[in-house]
């Protein structure tokens, strides 16, 4: 089983940025795609981007294209995510997730890392 450990959340004023990390304890090659979620108090667990290595793509949710980017760093095994032009409605606990295969989805999960966004 692949551990993934999430850090780079914090407090940041609306209109600044900040780049979460997704740390895998083994190599992120194991998974075919690389996700990340995150979830609003009193709402459900939201897509918001994901990196596939099979496909060589990079997908976005509406919400945060043109925002937000997603990387990777093989070497480091580690999953990033740059987040720019944050605004208050981005505040959320965010989560890492990893997919072996497309039949199974998303099935290894960080313990996530809170982005709350002030006005």
């Known amino acids: 089983q692949v551990q993934l450990v999430e850090s780079g959340g914090g407090l940041v004023q609306a209109g600044g940025s900040l780049r979460l990390s997704c740390a895998a304890s083994r190599t992120i090659f194991l998974f075919n795609a690389m996700g990340w979620f995150r979830q609003a108090p009193g709402k459900e667990r939201e897509f918001v981007a994901a990196?596939?290595?099979?496909?060589?793509?990079?997908s976005y949710a509406d919400s945060v294209k043109g925002r937000f980017t997603i990387s990777r760093d093989n070497a480091k095994n580690t999953v990033y995510l740059q987040m720019d032009s944050l605004k208050p409605e981005d505040t959320a606990v965010y989560y890492c997730?990893?997919?072996?295969?497309?039949?199974?989805?998303?099935?290894?999960w960080g313990q996530g890392t809170q982005v709350t966004v002030s006005s």
């Open positions: 997730a990893g997919q072996i295969s497309t039949s199974r989805g998303y099935d290894s």
């Open positions: 990196i596939s290595w099979s496909v060589g793509s990079t």
